[in-house]
């Protein structure tokens, strides 16, 4: 009588979630999800005037698929994390640092652009970071908070190509911010004085190309192995910032790997 | 679409990398990289150039001259040691995995004024302990209370009893002699337990860029009084030239309490909260980096005068009498307690 009952209730679900397709295109929404490793180079004048470098883990999710009423824009959503570990060039003190950072946006899809199989997108992005990097030596400044919120433009190529019986897929996208605006203390002040005495001076700062010129390039091959799809890559992350007098960059080079999800999705 | 490529593209080729200006690690590379930490970052040298005459372009051609490429790392930091000893800051060192250079003639070339034995023969063996402090109630029933680091916290809640237990005394001492600094909430802590107002204890600044007076707007700092038990008669402050840092903040602060009397030598200064920074052959340095002042906006990096200037004298000592605390019981078993005030 029980299982009866839940087998109506499965059925019922079923077809809720069904009639409404039938009457219409599926789309597709496709999930990229990606783990790298590659080398790190920092740099924060705060901390420290040396750059250091070391190893960085990274995870990357990335959504994309096209808008129900306009099949021509793309809606992507990119998320990243990232975590590093890097030495002093004496190699006698180290940095931890870590970044979460999501953003989401549209773009104009031109399909099938120049030869078949090939599309561009071109669009613009908002999103925002929070990280930071902390420094095992110092005294009163060990480590420094990251948060920022930027707009990018972003322009992406996918080409889908055949080798003999192998579908194939190339991805290639470029993020560039525009403008946002990002936290960071005075050149000298203290972590203490902004937080436990409040000492607010100009921590928010309006940045843009001549003060964080930073770009994200990431680079895919999707190889469909029986139904899964293998995505490999080359993932190129430069972030900058030079506010308040201090420099920081964050230069990473990662290999990535990962799979490719396809979900249909239903509408009326 | 061409035309948006296009501009992207040449955006992307102006791309401009922001990094620092880098130093060869060699004895010239590690010098130049010392030297130019202080000149952007070190936040006293225009005020030490008015007060001790210092030059820091001067102090570079002069120690330049001792820099060769054949020094070794022992010559290397003798020569870098001396030159930050220009700075004449008990807060500026530098690290190496041999030694720890430092600038102490602040308080070694000035009497100490209080020795361990004699401050342990007030102490007896059944003072109380209460996470940093230690305190007991004298024969004259004077609180004696020694805070000789505030690297050592202590708690609110250590406060509350230490207050609590000392309440019948007809006054306070608080010796924080050799006390060199620690943590300043600490600090601060203390002096909460010694006003019923809120007060104006000084001001502090920070650097806002690499110029010698690029300085923030001086903000002015405030001493809260403490939500628990406070001090309701007289206090005298022990000071001496070991009082550095967070000690000296503490000095500044409870300085401006009404029923507080500070007593003994200038306390030894220190008044620049130090930040760390390296050299490209690893030798961690340390510097002065946000200044802080008194109520009057003086500097206080070379110390703050005492009420009642006071000095351990030898014939005591040799008795077995601490000059400074019998003078500190003197004046509280005398006036205990304000003009004006009831007892």
């Not at chain 2, 505030?150 to 005394?169: I, W």
Request: proline letters at 3%.
């Amino acid at each position: 009588m029980k299982t009866a009952y839940i087998y109506r209730i499965i059925l019922f679900c079923i077809t809720l979630a069904t009639v409404p397709s039938l009457q219409g295109r599926d789309r597709e929404s496709l999930h990229t999800t990606l783990f790298g490793i590659g080398r790190v180079n920092h740099l924060d004048t705060y901390l420290s005037p040396l750059e250091y470098k070391g190893p960085q883990l990274t995870y990357l999710y990335e959504t994309r698929r096209t808008l129900r009423r306009n099949p021509h824009i793309l809606f992507m959503t990119l998320s990243q994390g990232d975590f590093s570990y890097a030495d002093s060039p004496a190699e006698n003190a180290h940095d931890i640092g870590g970044n979460i950072r999501y953003d989401a946006g549209w773009g104009r899809q031109w399909t099938n652009v120049l030869l078949s199989g090939l599309d561009l997108t071109a669009g613009g992005m908002i999103g925002g970071t929070l990280g930071f990097l902390y420094n095992d030596r110092n005294g009163n400044n060990p480590a420094q908070a990251r948060a920022n919120f930027t707009t990018s433009v972003f322009v992406r190529a996918d080409y889908r190509f055949r080798i003999k019986r192998q579908h194939l897929a190339l991805h290639y996208q470029v993020h560039l911010p525009l403008l946002g605006a990002a936290f960071m203390p005075q050149y000298g002040q203290s972590y203490y004085d902004l937080f436990d005495r409040g000492h607010y001076d100009h921590n928010i700062r309006a940045t843009h190309f001549g003060n964080a010129l930073s770009l994200r390039q990431l680079f895919t091959i999707d190889i469909p192995i029986r139904h899964a799809t293998l995505s490999l890559g080359y993932l190129s992350d430069l972030r900058q910032l030079h506010v308040n007098d201090i420099k920081q960059h964050q230069y990473s080079r990662s290999f990535v790997i990962g799979y490719v999800r396809e979900i249909k999705l239903m509408r009326k | 679409m061409k035309r948006f490529l296009y501009i992207l593209f040449t955006l992307c080729t102006l791309v401009s990398c922001v990094n620092e200006d880098t130093f060869d690690n060699t004895p010239e590379g590690n010098f130049e990289a010392l030297w130019q930490i202080i000149d952007e970052h070190y936040c006293f040298l225009d005020y030490k150039a008015k007060a001790i005459g210092l030059d820091w372009n001067e102090v570079h051609t002069r120690y330049r001259q001792r820099i060769n490429p054949n020094m070794n790392n022992a010559q290397l930091q003798e020569v870098l040691c001396d030159m930050l000893s220009e700075l004449r800051d008990g807060h500026v060192n530098l690290y190496t995995s041999a030694d720890v250079s430092r600038y102490w003639s602040w308080f070694e070339d000035y009497p100490r004024n209080w020795t361990q034995d004699l401050r342990d023969r007030y102490l007896g063996t059944d003072y109380k302990i209460a996470a940093g402090i230690k305190y007991r109630i004298m024969e004259d029933n004077i609180g004696l209370i020694v805070y000789e680091s505030f690297s050592s916290g202590v708690g609110e809640g250590n406060l509350d009893d230490v207050m609590y237990y000392l309440r019948s005394c007809n006054g306070l001492i608080i010796d924080v002699r050799g006390n060199s600094g620690g943590t300043i909430t600490y600090a601060e802590r203390l002096a909460q337990r010694l006003t019923n107002e809120r007060l104006l204890v000084g001001y502090t600044q920070y650097k806002t860029g690499r110029g010698h007076n690029d300085f923030s707007t001086p903000k002015a700092e405030y001493l809260e009084p403490s939500e628990g038990v406070r001090w309701q008669k007289r206090v005298v402050v022990l000071q001496n030239r070991e009082c550095y840092s967070a000690c000296n903040l503490f000095i500044r602060n409870a300085h401006a309490c009404e029923r507080v009397t500070t007593l003994g030598d200038h306390s030894g200064g220190g008044s620049g909260m130090p930040f760390s920074s390296e050299l490209p052959n690893g030798w961690a340095v340390r510097f002065s980096a946000s200044p802080s002042f008194d109520k009057d906006m003086q500097h206080i990096e070379f110390g703050i005068a005492p009420d009642i200037p006071c000095s351990l004298s030898e014939e005591d000592a040799a008795k077995g009498i601490d000059t400074l605390i019998e003078k500190a019981r003197e004046i509280l078993n005398l006036t205990p307690t304000l003009p004006g005030e009831g007892d």
